[in-house]
């Protein structure tokens, strides 16, 4: 029950700003019968379980207000005071650990629980996708889903410097400092079986028409710089590599003798030279 202003009219006032003595006698009685009607709602209505005690002063026409609910005598800082369910006050002390917690509080639908001190885990974040994390974040790079290290699948990623073991079966052996494999624009490497490839630094092997060299084949070594060999178009060396036999040679022409002369060999130095004879 409440008393406001609006209830308690103020009594009319004369010309010289004085009330009425019998319009002042009936705002007396009106305001204490006011009082008087909270004091019996207090005596009739509130008992000593409801922890608030309301005592109207009929001498001095005050209203007093007492209350039996305890508060806690003391607590520290970051510590919560809450309504337990007996009902009082009971405290919730501050987390001083070195763990950050929130304040989680669970109810039944109806009721509530008091409040507790609880660390932050996965299993207490709501489930969220990948859309939903992209948005929570604001200097990611690329787009599309979350990736984890296990058998992710990346979509024309762009990478830097990257270390790798292996690409599509592809066994990648890293070198000690750093190499460089470079395939023109547009060209195709391909081996169809395992492939060496050793010599000196600066050194280019041009192929323009191919090269086969079938098994069991020997070696073929060019032992003094600017030594050249040419093989030209309808010439032939033929060598049975199986049976060790002498080479057959088609067409072969001998520069510096002489037509109709029989050739014969002269030294090691100068080979072959004309002979004397015809």
């Not at 009425?20 to 709602?41: A, C, P």
């Not at 109207?56 to 039996?68: A, R």
């Not at 409040?115 to 994390?133: C, D, G, K, N, Q």
């Not at 067409?251 to 029989?262: N, P």
Request: aromatic share 6%; no cysteine.
């Amino acid at each position: 029950m409440s008393v406001k202003a609006r209830d308690i009219p103020l009594p009319r006032k004369l010309a010289d700003g004085s009330f009425d003595s019998r319009d002042f006698e009936s705002w007396m009685r009106n305001v204490y019968g006011k009082f008087s009607s909270i004091n019996n709602f207090v005596n009739d209505v509130l008992n000593a379980g409801d922890g608030i005690t309301l005592t109207f002063d009929d001498t001095n026409n005050t209203l007093e207000v007492k209350t039996t609910v305890s508060l806690p005598a003391s607590t520290a800082t970051g510590d919560i005071i809450y309504a337990n369910d007996t009902p009082a006050w009971d405290v919730l002390t501050g987390n001083t650990s070195g763990t950050l917690k929130y304040l989680a509080q669970t109810g039944d639908g109806s009721n509530s629980a008091a409040p507790e001190w609880v660390e932050i885990a996965s299993s207490t974040l709501p489930t969220m996708s990948s859309a939903t994390l992209r948005g929570l974040i604001t200097d990611e790079t690329g787009s599309g889903l979350a990736v984890f290290n296990t058998s992710p699948t990346l979509v024309t990623p762009i990478l830097g410097v990257a270390a790798a073991t292996s690409i599509n079966k592809l066994t990648i052996t890293a070198p000690a400092t750093g190499s460089t494999l470079t395939i023109a624009d547009g060209k195709t490497l391909t081996a169809n079986n395992t492939l060496i490839l050793s010599g000196t630094d600066g050194e280019t092997l041009t192929l323009t028409k191919g090269l086969t060299v079938t098994t069991n084949a020997g070696t073929l070594a060019f032992n003094a710089a600017g030594k050249t060999l040419t093989i030209e178009l309808d010439s032939l060396v033929n060598q049975d590599l199986t049976t060790d036999s002498s080479p057959t040679f088609a067409t072969v022409k001998l520069s510096g003798l002489t037509d109709g002369k029989i050739p014969y060999h002269v030294d090691d130095a100068t080979g072959l030279a004309d002979s004397p004879l015809y």
